[in-house]
C-alpha cells in the first residue's frame, strides 16, 4: 500500500516540475519579439462566460486527486509518466512554435473574479498551442473514466465543459484545442495501460515486400493529406487524417500492436481517437462491399466465416482482425490478430489453426472473422481444414471453401503460406509442442 507521504511526495515533485516548465516557456516566449497569434474569424464569436473558470480551473484539483486515487504504487507511477509526457510534448510545442493570445478579458467579480486573479499571477498570454490544459483534461480524464465507470456521463460532460472552458475564458484560440487533444490522446497512445508501448512493443511479423508496398501507399496518403491541409481553413483537418494513415504505416512495419487492441475486443481510447479517420474508411468500406451480401457462411462442423460485424450471432469469435475494434461479443472470444491484404505468416496461420479446433470441439457455432470475411478469415479456415484432415488438400478445401464465399480473395502467396503452416502443424504435433 501507498502511504499518504509517499503520494505527495509525487504530487509535489509533479508539480513542481509543471510550474517551472510552465513558468520558464512563458519567460523565454515573452523575450522573443513578433510572437504570432493564429486565430480564425468566427472565434470573434465565442462569447466571454465567466462562470467557465470554474470548471477551468477544477482540472488542478481532479489532477491532484488522482495521486490520492491510484490503488497502487504501478498505477500511479503510470499516472505520472503520462503527466510527464504531456509536459514534454507541450512544452516543446511552446518553444518550436511559440503563439500568444492578446484578446482582453471583461472586468469581473465574485468568486469568477478571485479565479481569474489567481490564474493572471502565473499565466501569461503565451504557451497556446498544443493547449496544456486540453492534453491534461484528457489524460486526466482517462483516469476517472477508467475507474469510475458508473459516472461516466457526468464525467464525460465535466470534462467536456473544462475542455470547452479554455475558449470561454479567453485562455486560448481555437487552434490549441485539436493539437491538445493530438498530443493527449497521442499521450495514451504511447503509454498505454496494461500494454506495452506500441514503440517499443516487439515487431509482430517478419517484412515482406507486400508489407514495404502498403507501408509506402499509406504513407503516401498521410503525404497527400498534409498537401491538402496547407490549402488551410477547413482543409487543416485533412492533418487528422495524415496522423490516422501514418500510424496504419507504422502498423505495416512495426505490427499489430500500433492498433492496440485489447483482449476484451475493444481498441484503446488513444488509438480510437487518433486512427479515427481511418477506422471509419475502414467501417465504409464493409459497408460497400457487404451491402446485399451475406456478411458470414457455414464451412462445416459448426465452423463459419465472416465479417466481423455480425461477431454476437456466434457462441465463439475467433477474431483476425487487427484493426477494428467488435462492438459486441459472444460469450467465448479468442484473438489471432493479423493485418489486412499481406500474407499471415506461417507461426500465425498454425497458432490460429491450433484457436479454432479447440474453439470448434468446445463451441457448436463459431466465427473466424476479419473485416469482410473474404481475406484473412478465410487463410486461417483454409489452414484448419487441411490440418484436421477435413479436406485432402488445398485445391479441394478452397473448393469447399468457394462454394459458400464465392468472393474470397487468396493469393498465391497466401497459399503457400497455407501449405507450409499445414506441414508445421504436423510437424509440432508429432514432436508434441
Known amino acids: 500500500m501507498l502511504n499518504y507521504k ?53 482540472l488542478n484539483l481532479l489532477y491532484a486527486l488522482v495521486f490520492f486515487l491510484s490503488r497502487n504504487r504501478t498505477q500511479l507511477r503510470h499516472y505520472v509518466a503520462r503527466l510527464l509526457l504531456a509536459q514534454a510534448i507541450a512544452v516543446s510545442g511552446f ?5 500568444q ?99 517499443f512493443a516487439k515487431s509482430s511479423q517478419n517484412l515482406t515486400a507486400s508489407h514495404y508496398r502498403l507501408s509506402r ?14 490549402l488551410g481553413g477547413g482543409w487543416l483537418w485533412c492533418l487528422w487524417a495524415a496522423i490516422a494513415l501514418g ?10 500492436a500500433i492498433f492496440q487492441k485489447q483482449s476484451n475486443g475493444k481498441l484503446t481510447a488513444g488509438s480510437i481517437a487518433l486512427c479515427l479517420p481511418y477506422l471509419l474508411g475502414a467501417r465504409l468500406n464493409i459497408v460497400y462491399w457487404l451491402q446485399g451480401k451475406a456478411k458470414s457462411a457455414v464451412v462445416c462442423d459448426g465452423v463459419f466465416v465472416g465479417s466481423i460485424v455480425v461477431s454476437r450471432q456466434f ?15 459472444p460469450s467465448v472470444y479468442e484473438q489471432a490478430l493479423m493485418l489486412d491484404l499481406v500474407p499471415p505468416s506461417i507461426n500465425e496461420l498454425c497458432q490460429a489453426a491450433r484457436k479454432l479446433d479447440r474453439l470448434q470441439a468446445e463451441n457448436s457455432r463459431v466465427l473466424v472473422a476479419c473485416a469482410l470475411g473474404y481475406g484473412r478469415s478465410v487463410a486461417v479456415v483454409l489452414t484448419w481444414l487441411l490440418v484436421t484432415g477435413r479436406e485432402p488438400n488445398l485445391e479441394q478445401a478452397i473448393n469447399t471453401v468457394k462454394r459458400v464465399r464465392p468472393k474470397m480473395a487468396i493469393s498465391h502467396a497466401v497459399c503457400e503460406r497455407i501449405e507450409l503452416a499445414s506441414q508445421q502443424f ?5 514432436n508434441g509442442t
Open 95 to 99: 518553444l518550436l512554435f511559440p503563439l
Open 426 to 430: 504436423h510437424i509440432e504435433t508429432e
Open 101 to 199: 493570445i492578446t484578446w482582453q478579458k471583461p472586468e469581473t467579480s465574485g468568486v469568477a473574479g478571485f479565479l481569474f486573479e489567481s490564474l493572471a499571477g502565473f499565466d501569461q498570454p503565451y504557451n497556446q498551442a498544443p493547449s496544456l490544459h486540453i492534453i491534461l483534461t484528457i489524460v486526466v480524464g482517462a483516469f476517472y473514466w477508467r475507474h469510475f465507470p458508473k459516472w461516466r456521463i457526468p464525467l464525460c460532460l465535466w470534462f467536456g465543459l473544462i475542455a470547452l472552458s479554455i475558449l470561454t475564458t479567453y485562455q486560448h484560440h481555437f487552434l490549441d484545442l485539436p493539437t491538445g487533444a493530438v498530443a493527449g490522446f497521442g499521450v495514451l497512445w504511447l503509454l498505454p495501460e496494461k500494454q506495452p508501448s506500441p514503440i
Open 217 to 230: 501507399f499509406y504513407l503516401l496518403g498521410a503525404i497527400v493529406c498534409i498537401g491538402l491541409a496547407c
Open 247 to 256: 500510424l496504419v504505416a507504422m502498423a505495416y512495419w512495426r505490427g499489430v
Open 315 to 329: 457462441d465463439a469469435l475467433l477474431d483476425c482482425c487487427a484493426e477494428l475494434p467488435c462492438r459486441e461479443l
Open 6 to 58: 509517499t503520494r505527495l511526495g509525487y504530487l509535489l515533485g509533479v508539480g513542481v516540475l509543471f510550474y517551472v516548465s510552465y513558468g520558464l516557456t512563458n519567460y523565454l516566449t515573452a523575450l522573443r519579439e513578433n510572437v504570432p497569434e493564429i486565430v480564425f474569424a468566427w472565434e470573434q464569436h465565442i462569447p466571454f462566460v465567466a462562470w467557465t473558470i470554474v470548471p477551468y480551473w477544477s
